[in-house]
């Protein structure tokens, strides 16, 4: 429930009701006077207050509030920092347990990062573009990977051969093919399906 709206003797009642049901508090909310109340004569002809109460869609509260759910249920102790850009959301995890949520290759992160878009884009609109890191893992690994793809390319050409690379994450084949782009001596391709679909480098021939 996002939205919800309330009856009062107060405005201050109403609210109080609203805020308690959505379980909010009251920063995490807008609030419109529908229709205003009135004490009456005595107790007579009074109109109670009425109010709607909206919650506000923070795509960086609600993703620390899933992840901070996530570390308790993992017994892991981390610190989410997360800064909305544009549409898109950048959450970056600190900490001595912070490299629990990185798993092989990134593998966990990036099942991390998806679950974590599909809690903050559940019925909401325009969609928000989660990028989830850990340690500054993700710039380490496109180094790494920059790295290794100049290295087999190198490979490809003194071998006179294609390389095959082992199976990687749609995110990772694309930082090979970008790093060996400028190369004018081989060509990158990938091939397979998901999720063994991997890379290929193969030297051209002039």
Do not use: C
Not at 134 to 151: D, G, I, V
Request: hydrophobic share 40%.
């Amino acid at each position: 429930m996002d939205s919800i709206e309330k009856f009062g003797r107060t405005e201050e009642e109403a609210v109080a009701e609203a805020l308690k049901e959505l379980g909010v508090a009251a920063e995490e909310v807008e609030i419109t006077v529908l229709e205003s109340g009135t004490k009456g004569f005595l107790g007579i002809g009074s109109k109670p207050w009425k109010i709607s109460v909206t919650k506000i869609f923070d795509p960086a509260a609600v993703s620390k509030k899933f992840l901070r759910e996530v570390a308790t249920a993992m017994g892991a102790s981390i610190e989410i920092n997360a800064e909305l850009k544009e549409r898109s959301l950048n959450i970056s995890l600190l900490g001595t347990d912070a490299g629990r949520f990185i798993g092989k290759h990134g593998q966990a992160l990036d099942a991390f990062q998806y679950l974590t878009s599909l809690v903050v884009n559940k019925g909401k609109a325009p969609f928000v573009n989660v990028i989830l890191d850990s340690e500054n893992y993700r710039q380490k690994r496109k180094e790494t990977l920059e790295n290794f793809a100049k290295n087999m390319a190198k490979k490809a050409k003194q071998q006179r051969r294609s390389i095959v690379l082992e199976p990687m994450s749609s995110y990772e084949r694309k930082i090979i093919h970008a790093a060996l782009q400028s190369d004018k001596l081989v060509s990158t391709f990938s091939e397979g399906s998901e999720p063994y679909r991997n890379v290929v480098i193969t030297p051209k021939r002039y």
